[in-house]
């Protein structure tokens, strides 16, 4: 079965190439987190969209298992909120300003920019969907 199903896609995908059309994107719950610069992360807090931002680093064990949790969300919120990394190694400057002691930490901020809710370390999906719910994000 697993043998079919494959040569159908791979055959799919050579019709497509030959056709000169490439298959359409679809957005999956498994694209990566966009990580935001300084300058994005200031920009996204006036953007006027609820934020919601997990402060951590990529070698960071409990930052990367929140990575599924996060793609499982940003598909969900669609956009009624933003869902970004931040990587704070590079920029210790940032996260001195939002007062990051732990990785990973998970802002939610509202859309005038303002922090509504915190949470430090791993946070399970179901936690985080009851803190969305809560805000009324979900």
Not at 25 to 54: M, R, W, Y
Not at 73 to 96: C, D, H, T, Y
Not at 100 to 126: C, L, N, S, W
């Amino acid at each position: 079965m697993t043998l079919r199903v494959s040569t159908l896609i791979v055959a799919v995908a050579l019709a497509s190439v030959a056709s000169g059309r490439a298959p359409a994107a679809t957005p999956t719950a498994a694209a990566p987190i966009p990580a935001l610069s300084p300058a994005e992360l200031d920009s996204a807090l006036k953007a006027g969209v609820p934020l919601i931002v997990e402060f951590g680093g990529e070698t960071c064990i409990p930052c990367m298992k929140m990575q599924p949790v996060l793609q499982d969300l940003r598909m969900r919120l669609g956009k009624r909120a933003r869902v970004s990394n931040f990587w704070i190694q590079p920029n210790p400057e940032v996260a001195r300003r939002h007062q990051i002691m732990v990785m990973p930490t998970q802002i939610i901020f509202d859309a005038k920019g303002r922090e509504i809710f915190r949470h430090m370390g791993y946070f399970a999906q179901p936690d985080f969907e009851k803190a969305l719910k809560e805000k009324g994000l979900l």
